[in-house]
């Protein structure tokens, strides 16, 4: 009798195992339950669909549900939410679209993803609040943006539920809470499409895991752009007029909108796993070995829901991030299949777009965080240009660079610039995984052209200055 | 009593070795002698400001000579050439402008560059033939180009001879001949200045660095451009009208052309080096240790006249290109100044660019090479997108990448594409310092978002099919 690969969630980390496991282990049944409506689909594109770079939201779904089942073999439930997990009997419960049955597997993955947080303040709840976290919400946003109902997209019943908008306001003043990647990324979108942005963060700074001398980058550039900063600002409540949300109120006075969009980061979906006796780890999020197996025999966890080992800091965190996501998902795929396949670390590589600008960053960055962990950290921020003085195109590039006093070791760097960064900080990251020297990282032999950098690069240009302060 | 610090040639090995020890060590005199007249110039600007993309030929300029006298404080002497080398008494003999004299040195540093190769046929040394080594004979082909002389630009001695031409043809049939780098760079910019382009290149394919996959890649392009290619033919001698060149000729039959530019290589200048006892390595440059020292006490050899220790290979390569120069000058600078520095090894990393394509290249790529090294080469080829697809501006690009099959070892990448080449091929080159198995570059965390890259860079895929092949 074949054996069952049993997996819950079929975003990246659950369809990327879903289809190793069945290509390399074509005899492996492999059953998928996906509480929603959609699989497969780029959470990170939602922004330039509410933009409308991307015109239609199908575009976003890189494999659709009826590829997984009729290509790829996958027994594929949409709209089935698994409700407990028996590792004793290995079995799960299943609510379906009729009924609740119970599901026996021989491996269990894992991939319950991550849920939107929101400030515990009143109002969170009301409607023309969004978190976007799903692909149903983007759809209410850029609906409601479009001044209506869009009858040539298919609504399926959970964006119906979100997109009962109780008003037919013009939605121009947008408040947007959160400068993390999402909220930049949906007021760089919003202002783009005309609105009037406002954009609320606690903190000093946008971006919580950069240094001010690169969020200070972005923060001009958004204000160029339009987009009003509400810094160091507490966002005390969200107030409503007719059911629907019309202020942003803060410590500092009421602001007046006619939608929000939540992005104040994501915490791991896991209830389902502590019932099962599934162990968390301090991050509160699954803990796994290297092959992504939790402390229950069989069960292994990926994605948005679990830990990572982070290389730099030597220990587990919460990084939910896509690449891992699909990378793991696909090492217990193998795994699954019978090649046992290490899931691999990551150093917290990001990178995200604001207007012109490429925002990215690697490493451990943060001084407290890098003492905590017993580096002695030393950073230094250098500006140079992305190309030679005299070819055009040419932009200036900002980049700060952190290394171990004692033993020179890099550390991370963030890097912000309006022409190629994204790829920039790879050279960083890679680095990072190789535990390199500062003075390594200086050395080393990068590509120079005129039309593409100088001749010292200004991740090259970075590491000679701070090679120097070690020096010092 | 100060010591002296002389160094021969004054581009960008000397000038950074000059610049960096008076820096470090201002009671040092530093001597610089520079046959030519212009020090610290960009050579690899040249095609843009042929092409005009670059107006002026003094922005090719980094630092004027006016500069290093007066803000550096270094002793620059224009048109000296030094004659010879004694390390006994450890002199250099001078031809001046005026008269001919004896310089003494404690440091000597022997950044001579390099002369541009000609094939061994008849006519290279016809008006209108030009190799592209020089300022002046960058000025000379624009000016070529733009119908006769430029009174607003300040054409020195050398520049004048050059230019002296014997007819005033308008060229616009142009032989390059070569396809390397610079050969394809003088095609392209050529072209794009609305000349007509036939190319010669005597291999089968152009970029001999290459894989047939990247380079197809690349003529295909140039085909497109309008650039006729003829491959796979050695030219046989170059015909004259008048003194002037008029025609390549091949085995294949003879091409009428207007002007020729010849980009067949360029070879180390070595004669002082050899005349003073300084030995050369097997590739036929100076040979050092790793802080850029010769054979001969306190004589240091940097940039491209001399060797490099290429990481991959574990062996001298002689690599002419400009980070090292930059790198390796530096160095000596240093440790002239008293701090002694090496300079750091190579991976061979090189780019440019061709019409709309970047193509980048590190590491060994070609079989026989690494198989000379004792590797067991393997390689695949992989296209994909640069960015996720559903966001504009997504481009293929061709990924060639190479390993040692029992080791796992990467050896090797080439890339081309239409969008952020240059700087992946950075991420492969960071790896290759780091001496990575494929498997561990499959596993990097390398950034993404929608608008710069897809979940799995072009760079991971090419890993992961790779690391396939290797499991095989």
Not at 136 to 151: F, Q, S, T, V
Request: net charge negative; charged share 25%.
């Amino acid at each position: 009798m074949s054996e069952t690969f049993v997996v819950v969630g079929g975003d990246a980390a659950g369809m990327s195992a879903a289809s190793k496991a069945k290509r390399d282990a074509p005899a492996l049944d492999v059953v998928v339950f996906e509480k929603g409506g959609y699989v497969s689909y780029s959470a990170c594109g939602m922004p330039y669909y509410i933009e409308g770079t991307v015109e239609d939201l199908d575009e976003l779904v890189a494999v659709t549900p009826e590829e997984f089942v009729d290509e790829r073999g996958i027994d594929l439930r949409l709209y089935h939410e698994v409700l407990a997990v028996d590792p004793e009997t290995r079995t799960v419960t299943v609510r379906g679209e009729d009924d609740t049955f119970e599901q026996s597997y021989d491996h269990l993955l894992l991939a319950t993803g991550a849920a939107a947080t929101t400030p515990p303040v009143d109002g969170t709840d009301l409607s023309c609040v969004f978190t976007l976290r799903s692909l149903d919400e983007a759809h209410a946003i850029r609906e409601r943006l479009d001044g209506g109902p869009d009858e040539t997209l298919d609504l399926d019943r959970d964006g119906q539920a979100v997109a009962s908008f109780l008003t037919d306001r013009d939605p121009r003043r947008i408040g947007v809470v959160g400068a993390g990647y999402v909220g930049l990324e949906m007021a760089d979108v919003l202002r783009a499409r005309g609105c009037d942005v406002h954009l609320f963060q606690r903190s000093a700074h946008v971006l919580s895991g950069y240094d001010a001398d690169v969020a200070t980058v972005v923060e001009d550039h958004l204000r160029e752009l339009g987009v009003t900063l509400h810094l160091g600002v507490s966002v005390t409540g969200l107030a409503a007029d007719a059911g629907e949300v019309s202020a942003v109120e803060t410590e500092e006075g009421s602001v007046p909108v006619d939608m929000v969009v939540v992005g104040t980061g994501v915490r791991p979906r896991t209830d389902l796993a502590v019932d099962a006796g599934v162990e968390l780890g301090e991050t509160g999020a699954i803990a796994t070995d290297a092959y992504r197996r939790t402390n229950r025999p069989d069960v292994y966890a990926a994605g948005d829901c679990a830990e990572v080992h982070h290389v730099v800091a030597d220990e587990p965190r919460y990084v939910p991030l896509a690449l891992a996501a699909n990378r793991h998902g696909r090492a217990v795929g193998r795994t699954v299949a019978g090649d046992p396949t290490v899931g691999g670390g990551v150093v917290g590589t990001a990178v995200t777009k604001v207007g012109d600008l490429e925002v990215a960053r690697t490493g451990l960055t943060d001084a407290e965080d890098a003492r905590s962990l017993g580096f002695d950290p030393v950073a230094r921020t250098i500006t140079a240009g992305s190309r030679a003085s005299y070819y055009p195109g040419r932009a200036p590039i900002t980049v700060r660079m952190v290394a171990d006093r004692d033993s020179g070791k890099l550390l991370g760097a963030g890097m912000v610039g309006a022409d190629v960064v994204a790829k920039r900080i790879d050279t960083v990251a890679t680095a990072l995984h190789a535990g390199m020297t500062v003075a390594e990282v200086e050395r080393l032999d990068l590509a120079y052209a005129p039309p593409f950098s100088t001749v010292w690069d200004p991740v090259l240009t970075a590491a000679k200055v701070l090679a120097g302060a070690l020096d010092e």
